[in-house]
């Protein structure tokens, strides 16, 4: 994604700036450069204010959404995990800072349509009703973070205020022992084995297995979780499931790719399984990334779809009609 000149409105100039998504890249640049991780969220400390969801209708945001969220949080020191659109906000009396920026989450929408034949005819199912496709497309949405909302009266200010206080004081939080059981019994049922022996956590492409070091090893069952999640995540890109480039050799850009797509992935299933995802990252690997994002949106964004793709894989897709 390049710099786009926007249509110029009646007497306005056009911006010919970085768009919300080159802001986003650079950011994230800039704190992998730092030595920060802004896609590592520690479930003991942040699992209480709950998934990043909207403010007033409590809905989490799916799909690719959290990580978005997650690294516009980072970027922007934001603590709180509550959003809200700007027509939606408007209605309730509340209206972004001066000078702030919101951050676009994908809003799903679900399309469906008669089947027709060669000829453009309906196509009927056995009860002879018309068969219907249906399909799941993506709306760019433009969200902004509690933090930057005021009220524009004294009243609305409160009434922001209490909404948020509310947000806050709804979240159940799973029992730790539910969350982690839920966990070994999702990543339990991914097929492709996984030997516990060793040291180390790797992924082989050419044999299809997973290794992981012995349970003990590990200080945390969330820890073994998020490391899991991340051979997992790789293992989805074979060629016989999403068919990822999986033959760069360490060092290389295809290498440090496919490790962002395994890193935002293990986050989205990590946030799926409402576990922390806070392992450790050699400083190496956040300046293969930086390296990476320096080529622009283009590149954070693919790996972004791919790491939602390859949570689906694992953990089944969480865009329902319901969603949409």
């Known amino acids: 994604m390049t710099t786009t000149t926007a249509k110029a409105r009646k007497g306005r100039k ?16 800039e704190l992998l450069e730092k030595g920060v991780n802004p896609w590592r969220r520690d479930w003991s ?58 951050c676009y989450v994908l809003r799903p929408q679900l399309n469906k349509r008669e089947q027709q034949d060669e000829t453009g005819k309906p196509v009927n199912g056995p009860d002879g009703q018309p068969l219907i496709s249906a399909w799941v497309s993506f709306k760019p949405v433009c969200v ?25 004081g709804s979240v159940v939080v799973r029992p730790e022992p539910e969350r982690l059981a839920a966990a070994e019994a999702v990543l339990g049922a991914w097929p492709v084995p996984t ?14 297995a997973i290794t992981m070091p012995s349970r003990a090893q590990f200080a945390t069952a969330e820890g073994l979780y998020a490391t899991w999640a991340h051979e997992q995540a790789h293992s989805t890109g074979h060629s016989s499931r999403l068919g990822r480039d999986l033959s760069g050799s ?20 990590c946030n799926r399984l409402q576990i922390s995802s806070s392992t450790e990252n050699h400083a190496a690997y956040l300046g293969c990334w930086a390296r990476v994002l320096k080529a622009g949106p283009r590149v954070l964004f693919k790996a972004l779809g791919d790491a939602s793709k390859a949570t689906a894989a694992i953990c089944g897709p969480d865009v329902t009609e319901d969603d949409a």
């Open 250 to 269: 360490h060092g290389s850009e295809a290498y440090a790719r496919e490790e962002l797509v395994a890193e935002l992935a293990a986050f989205l299933i």
């Open 195 to 208: 030997t516990w022996a060793g040291d180390r956590a790797c992924y082989s492409p050419a044999a299809d």
């Open 14 to 29: 056009p911006y010919d700036g970085p768009t919300a998504e080159e802001k986003l890249c650079s950011a994230l640049v």
């Open 45 to 102: 400390q942040l699992g209480q204010q709950g998934q990043h969801r909207n403010l007033l209708t409590g809905a989490a945001y799916r799909g690719s959404n959290p990580a978005v969220l997650e690294m516009w949080s980072a970027c922007r020191g934001f603590s709180l995990p509550l959003w809200l659109g700007s027509a939606q906000a408007k209605g309730e009396g509340w209206f972004p800072r001066k000078g702030s920026s919101g």
């Open 144 to 168: 902004f973070n509690v933090a930057d909302l005021v009220g524009s009266t004294p009243e609305a200010q409160q009434a922001l205020e209490a909404r948020i206080a509310q947000a806050l």
